[in-house]
T-cell receptor
Framework: EDQVTQSPEALRLQEGESSSLNCSYTVSGLRGLFWYRQDPGKGPEFLFT???AGEEKEKERLKATLTKKESFLHITAPKPEDSATYLC?????????????FGRGTSLIVHP | DAGITQSPRHKVTETGTPVTLRCHQTENHRYMYWYRQDPGHGLRLIHYSYGVKDTDKGEVSDGYSVSRSKTEDFLLTLESATSSQTSVYFCAITNGNEQFFGPGTRLTVL
């Protein structure tokens, strides 16, 4: 069974205090690992897709990395506007269709 | 922003009534998905579609049915709504490389 576990469940940071969120996974036939940001009352917003171990992608203060068993979302010098829930999902192909499985998310609060 | 809309955005209904939620996309993507999001469970896949009239079940499909008669529209139907189906429902589309979500429908079943 495919599983995605995100940790920590919640994280409080001071503005400028860098940290990392973890997404560990077990999936047969990984065809992409996604990171999303979700603000309260809104749909998830796509951030990154990673495909293979060693791959890295960056966007502003966010950097996502991937190994064979986990992915990290590094947040450098966060600002209050980075406060959100961050979701991780793994995608596999089954019967020719893309099937994502989501983790439960990490709720990030950045204090000014 | 990806062109994906959901209607209605909010709905309150009574137990036992049928409910249909609509997802509309303007991106011409082949794959469309319906999820529900509940506290403590995260996003769970209900049904998905890989083309017109091609659909399949997800993790939590009991009590739900779907239809896709056009590329741009994916309908989710609760034949007889129950209180356990109170949730926020999200539609999503993907080209396999990126997945985009709609704004969500908040459904309350009394």
């Amino acid at each position: 069974e495919d599983q995605v576990t995100q940790s920590p469940e919640a994280l409080r940071l001071q503005e400028g205090e860098s940290s990392s969120l973890n997404c560990s996974y077990t999936v047969s036939g990984l065809r992409g690992l996604f990171w999303y940001r979700q603000d309260p009352g809104k749909g998830p917003e796509f951030l990154f897709t990673l495909y293979s171990a060693g791959e890295e992608k960056e966007k502003e203060r966010l950097k996502a990395t991937l190994t064979k068993k986990e992915s990290f979302l590094h947040i450098t010098a966060p600002k209050p506007e980075d406060s959100a829930t961050y979701l991780c999902a793994v995608q596999k192909v089954s019967g020719g269709s893309y099937i994502p499985t989501f983790g439960r998310g990490t709720s990030l609060i950045v204090h000014p | 922003d990806a062109g994906i809309t959901q209607s209605p955005r909010h709905k309150v209904t009574e137990t036992g009534t049928p409910v249909t939620l609509r997802c509309h996309q303007t991106e011409n993507h082949r794959y469309m998905y319906w999820y529900r999001q509940d506290p403590g469970h995260g996003l769970r896949l209900i049904h998905y579609s890989y083309g017109v009239k091609d659909t399949d079940k997800g993790e939590v499909s009991d009590g739900y049915s779907v239809s896709r008669s056009k590329t741009e529209d994916f309908l989710l139907t609760l034949e007889s709504a129950t209180s356990s189906q109170t949730s926020v429902y999200f539609c999503a589309i993907t080209n396999g490389n990126e997945q985009f979500f709609g704004p969500g429908t908040r459904l309350t079943v009394l």
